[in-house]
């Protein structure tokens, strides 16, 4: 008889949705009275308050797991809109690129450009690199 209650409780801290290792949980009872007396502080210690039932412990389980997932909700996935996105406002939604400056090349004379440092910066365009290659004359035939 003793052990059936000690299966029962077992399986009501299981429905609480919690696992443990009953083989450490119980390592210290001798008897059955003394593992009795461990599950049902467990069951205690979980939320359920008084004789435990399947709907108690059930109940005792919505609220962990509800709890579990506020605790992992990341404020950071969420994103305020208004209505239905539409792909005209996907292009507003994203964040501006990043102002993109590159440093000019000093002249090799100690000037004001150099203890400036916002002076020698200039604004990269796309096609800044290749400034070197092609040239505004067209007469290159």
Not at 34 to 43: D, G, M, P, T
Not at 64 to 89: C, F, S, Y
Request: proline fraction near 4%; charge should be positive; include cysteine.
């Amino acid at each position: 008889n003793g052990d059936k209650a000690v299966v029962r409780l077992k399986r009501y801290i299981a429905l609480c949705g919690v696992r443990r290792n009953y083989k450490k949980l119980l390592n210290s009872c001798s008897s059955t009275r003394s593992k009795l007396a461990v599950l049902k502080k467990e069951i205690e210690d979980l939320g359920v308050h008084g004789n435990p039932t399947i709907e108690k412990c059930k109940k005792v389980r919505m609220k962990r797991e509800e709890a579990q997932e506020l605790a992992e909700l990341d404020v950071g996935n969420i994103i305020n809109t208004k209505g239905h996105p539409t792909r005209r406002g996907m292009s507003n939604r994203q964040d501006p690129p990043s102002s993109g400056y590159k440093r000019a090349l000093n002249s090799g004379s100690d000037t004001e450009e150099e203890n400036n440092p916002d002076k020698g910066r200039r604004k990269i365009s796309e096609w800044a690199n290749l400034r070197g290659i092609i040239s505004d004359d067209a007469d290159s035939d």
